[in-house]
């Protein structure tokens, strides 16, 4: 019977310092698919969005950049 208290005080015990500490640290665990890699949940997955932001604005601007600036000749009439 001792031995059932004691259980049930670690369990006790486990439960709040679970709540305490929060959610699990290893959350990347969770995910699957892109939701691994791109999420807000852990230092990785925002790194990740920021640096996408920054290579989709990357190619946004060398593309205007790097595209033909010659205009259609325009016939007179």
Request: proline content about 3%.
């Amino acid at each position: 019977m001792s031995s059932l208290i004691g259980k049930e005080a670690l369990l006790q015990a486990v439960s709040k310092a679970e709540i305490v500490a929060g959610p699990e640290t290893d959350t990347q665990s969770h995910f699957t698919g892109i939701k691994k890699y791109f999420n807000s949940y852990t230092l990785t997955g925002r790194m990740n969005c920021v640096l996408a932001t920054y290579r989709g604005i990357a190619w946004i601007v060398l593309y205007f950049k790097l595209r033909s600036k010659k205009t259609p000749a325009v016939k007179a009439t």
